[in-house]
């Protein structure tokens, strides 16, 4: 069969070839056999020219073919150098050239838009390299049995031109189904998967969180309250902050306090309500950790239209430092989480893992988190903040 005109690299890490081999050169679609037919991949194969057609155009057509005889045929078609028609077909033999795909579900609660996500997707597309090679973004619903109604796949799954998956959400177990049984990994962001065929890249949330509490000890804070997120809340980063907030109260003997967590959607809005419920109270907090940055500016803002002084009656500590905490007033103490790194190594992770295959048992990174100290922290003040 005919290839493309435009010729397009298949390399390897290290600049092998597709079967791996090493000082091969780059080999390029205009460069690979023009006339090798199916029934001489069959032939060299071993196997009918209905398996072959029902796997170069991933269609069932009574023919069982397995794993085995899947692997067997693409490697006799790379070693051919035979190239398909359909970019499908050529994505499916050659995985190392199909697309970057992020997959975000609609439960995630945020879009686009979202500060934390942005900072990972921007990170990811300057990760890579291949400018043949595009991200493309796409969402899913959790519930949704993509086994069932495959016309429901997330566009980049449907068209077939996407290998490299980046999932970020709570996963959809059909989804992460379709993508095993096409033999190409899966790499989620900010959740951890047990499934085998995975990557995990997460942040270390608690860490985060233990980080922000000693910083406020180390200041003589005793009197702590925490803006958490929704109540019941299935978020995997809010549950790994509120385990590193009970390891914290343990670690450093806290006394715990359940009126002093407020739970809201973490918005701006969130941490103007959160303000007002704990300062409500008697005695009120020195010191809040607000599990992001808009509700820590959102409680900042509040609390300085009540009258109370930053950090002098109240010290505010964020979660995430995303561009809104260095455009407070005054500038806002938080935990750096890596959005950055974790959708570089994201997109690292994705292209070794579709180069090596995917992994037997699920691959976990959990990247560190650090403080950082800005003016909405200072030392504890004796007595009680103003109301």
Request: neutral net charge.
């Amino acid at each position: 069969m005919n290839s493309p005109k435009e010729a397009v690299p298949l390399t390897r890490c290290g600049g092998t070839s597709p079967e791996g081999e090493e000082g091969s050169g780059v080999r390029r679609l205009s460069e690979l056999s023009k006339s090798i037919t199916m029934a001489q991949i069959a032939r060299a194969a071993g196997v009918s020219q209905g398996a072959i057609s029902s796997l170069l155009n991933d269609r069932d057509y009574g023919i069982r073919v397995s794993e085995k005889t899947r692997d067997r045929v693409f490697k006799v078609c790379r070693e051919m150098g035979y190239v398909p028609n359909d970019l499908r077909a050529v994505v499916r033999m050659y995985p190392e050239l199909g697309d970057y795909a992020f997959l975000i579900s609609r439960d995630a609660g945020f879009g686009l838009e979202h500060p934390f996500l942005s900072r990972m997707i921007g990170a990811a597309m300057r990760a890579v390299t291949e400018p043949s090679q595009p991200i493309t973004v796409s969402f899913y619903e959790e519930k949704t049995d993509c086994l069932a109604k495959p016309e429901l796949l997330p566009q980049p799954l449907r068209c077939g031109t996407a290998s490299k998956f980046i999932g970020i959400g709570p996963p959809n177990n059909s989804l992460l189904q379709t993508v095993a049984r096409r033999g190409l990994p899966y790499v989620s962001l900010g959740t951890d998967l047990s499934q085998p065929g995975t990557a995990s890249i997460l942040a270390d949330g608690q860490q985060a969180s233990v980080l922000a509490l000693e910083a406020f000890v180390r200041l003589g804070h005793r009197q702590l309250a925490i803006v958490s997120g929704p109540f019941g809340t299935n978020d995997p980063q809010v549950l790994e902050l509120n385990r590193g907030v009970r390891l914290a109260y343990e670690q450093l003997g806290l006394p715990g306090d359940a009126q002093n967590v407020i739970n809201g959607d973490l918005t701006f809005a969130a941490g103007i309500a959160a303000c007002d419920a704990l300062f409500a109270r008697q005695p009120p907090p020195t010191a809040v950790f607000c599990m992001n940055d808009a509700a820590a500016a959102g409680l900042l803002a509040r609390a300085q239209a009540r009258g109370l002084k930053i950090p002098g009656d109240v010290s505010v500590i964020g979660c995430s430092n995303d561009a809104l905490a260095e455009r407070t007033m005054p500038l806002l103490s938080t935990i750096h989480l890596p959005a950055e790194e974790m959708g570089r190594v994201a997109v690292e992770e994705a292209d070794r893992l579709v180069r090596s295959g995917p992994p037997w048992e699920a691959v976990k990174k959990v990247l560190p988190v650090r403080f950082i100290e800005r003016g909405s922290c200072g030392p504890a003040r004796r007595g009680k903040a103003g109301s």
